[in-house]
């Protein structure tokens, strides 16, 4: 498994933006896919965004489409979320994963490597 670490969370106000970063702990990281889920309270954890291993290909889920880039930096075994405009219902924890293969997926069980979430509120 990768260990992962996401960092970058915070309190921002509607309309504002954040990055959030993640490190992985092994280089393998980079053969992978990379993705970005959120859960808020009382809900299911959710798909945001995925990459594919060589940063080619990207997918969104609709709530983020044209708010959200998700980009990656394997020389440094990163990934990235830049969130703008950003919106109250998009307070969570955010979650970066590695996915088991390269290729797009939104699905959670599709994911074996996940960090411990970091938190980001956005104020109305």
């Known amino acids: 498994q990768v260990q992962l670490v996401e960092s970058g969370g915070g309190l921002v106000q509607a309309g504002g933006s954040l990055r959030l970063s993640c490190a992985a702990s092994?280089?393998?990281?980079?053969?992978?896919?990379s993705g970005w889920f959120r859960q808020a309270p009382g809900k299911e954890r959710e798909f945001v965004a995925v990459i594919t291993w060589s940063g080619g290909s990207t997918y969104y889920a609709d709530s983020v489409k044209g708010r959200f880039t998700i980009s990656r930096d394997n020389a440094k075994s990163s990934v990235y979320l830049q969130m703008n405009s950003l919106k109250p219902e998009d307070t969570a924890i955010y979650y970066c994963a590695v996915a088991r293969g390269a290729g797009l997926t939104r699905e959670v069980t599709d994911f074996g490597s996940w960090g411990q979430g970091t938190q980001v509120t956005v104020s109305s």
């Open positions: 092994r280089r393998t990281f980079s053969m992978y896919a």
